[in-house]
Antibody, heavy 121, light 111 residues
């Protein structure tokens, strides 16, 4: 079965860096586009970034452009989010999600449980 | 693209229908002719779960009491008969234009 497991969250000071990871299993990771979505405490969902199946195409929310970098290692079935120059407003639960396009499902069809990032000011 | 959901809260009696509206600030018809509008459910303490994609296609395992409709900039999620397990927050999401965007969320609760 499809599994996505995020890790790497924690407490960091404003201006610091973190690298989030998402370990994928149960499907052919290299065939799927992937995304990161975040949710601040008690708030709604915010799309953060997206990467194509090969990793050659990426997109970012304006709020993280230039500070965050999405990447993937298809040999390791892993997705990453490098987060630099963190701000208090980046505090959130970060989810990785699969874009089901490779199976014809045009939506984020599987989600991990999330990893919590807390930025102290 | 700004996604606006109404209502933001929907108290519903068990067994009664519920309806959530989602309006986009511009057309969600993509250059390939498809409309990448989906609906997700987030139960308390859980990650979001895909319910509907491309306006009206139910994802695998989603009960048929959930249905989606609409076109262009106006979309609707309907629950024909609300069950206790349907309590949670519902989000519309567009993936036709970058950056992808979500609605604010609609909280469905039992009266």
């Amino acid at each position: 079965q499809v599994q996505l497991v995020e890790s790497g969250g924690g407490l960091v000071e404003s201006g610091g860096s973190l690298r989030l990871s998402c370990a994928a299993s149960g499907f052919t990771f290299s065939a799927y586009y992937m995304a990161w979505i975040r949710q601040a405490p008690g708030k709604g969902l915010e799309w953060v970034s997206y990467i194509s199946s090969s990793g050659s195409n990426t997109h970012y929310a304006d709020s993280v452009e230039g500070r965050f970098t999405i990447s993937r290692d298809n040999a390791q079935n892993s997705l990453y989010l490098q987060m630099n120059n963190l701000r208090a407003e980046d505090t959130a639960l970060y989810y990785c999600a699969r874009d089901g396009g490779a199976t014809g499902t045009s939506g984020l069809d599987y989600w991990g449980q999330g990893t919590l990032v807390t930025v102290s000011s | 693209v700004v996604m606006t959901q109404t209502p933001l809260s929907s108290p519903v009696t068990l067994g009664q229908p519920a309806s959530i509206s989602c309006r986009s600030s511009q057309s969600l018809v993509y250059s390939d002719g498809n409309t990448y509008l989906s609906w997700l459910q987030q139960r308390p303490g859980q990650p979001p779960r895909l319910l509907i994609y491309r306006i009206s296609t139910r994802f695998s395992g989603v009960p048929d009491r959930f249905s989606g409709s609409g076109a262009g900039t106006d979309f609707t999620l309907k629950i024909s008969r609300v069950e206790a397990e349907d309590v949670g927050v519902y989000y519309c999401m567009q993936a036709s234009h970058f950056p992808w965007t979500f609605g604010q969320g609609t909280k469905v609760e039992i009266k």
